[in-house]
């Protein structure tokens, strides 16, 4: 072999020594980018499985957090379902507890009308979710006797006991009117004796006196009842109570109203016929009075008790 033959030789083995280097480089490239890839996907999915837990976490104490300020056992359940290796278990258990515990005593008094048993259930139980029924509750019933009563000291309990309830308005309100419309002293006195002047004249048959303190209508009225007595026998006409008088505002101005009791007795006069005797009766009535502004007897209102 010549010298150029050998010279060839050793060409290809240094080419193909050098191509298996480079393939064996490229290997440990490849080799090499892929250990990189799959530390770098082993590290990014490790990162987002913490973050990702650290969200749930998070997400689950906000919800917890939520529940804790307004706790209800329908809640709390759907809660220990979403998530049930909670940190918090044993805690909303409790609750549910003793939430439980609330709602039966609650059940046993809730149609109750006696306010004292709502009263002891808030002492008893002062941060229970029915708290606010319970006030609620109290706060109606004390309204309900006030209104019944309607008396200014009544309303005024009420509102004593509840200057921010749900009827204090109403409460104010009517009280403020029946404060309005109550009659001075003078106002109360001046109606009663107008009441015993009418009652008076009717007993009399006196129309003169009738006359002064009616209007015109009225006395035709009071006439009319006058006229009506038997002429032989007497009529009499008792107050058997006391007169209770109020005013109220109209669109006329303010009138008075007096109401009471009265027993009328009817009676054969002296020297009639013992035939008379059946006209012997007597009947009580209940009269309501009405007084114009100016004090004037304006109608009158009787009823016989049965």
Known sequence: ??????SAGKHDRSASINNERARKHKRMVRIVVLAGTIVVIMLGSGGWLWHHSRQIKAKEEANYNMLMENFSIADAKAFLANYPKTKHLKDIQNNIALYQKYEQEWTKIAGSTNTDDFAMFRSKYPNSPFDHKAYDKIDSLDWIYAKRSNTEGALRKYLDLHPDGKYAELAR???QYIIDT???TEERDYATRVINVFLAALNDKNKEALNTITT????????????????GSTTNYTITSPVSVTKRPTSDGTIYVADYTVSRTSAPQGGASA????????????????LNSTMQLSAITMTIKE
């Open 216 to 231: 015109a209508e009225m006395f035709i009225r009071g006439c009319d009842i006058i006229d009506s007595h038997d002429s």
């Open 1 to 6: 072999m010549n010298e150029s033959g050998k």
């Open 173 to 175: 309100e009517q009280r």
């Open 182 to 184: 109550r009659p001075t």
């Open 275 to 290: 035939s008379n005797a059946e006209a012997n009766k007597s009947v009580v009535m209940t009269m309501q009075a009405i």
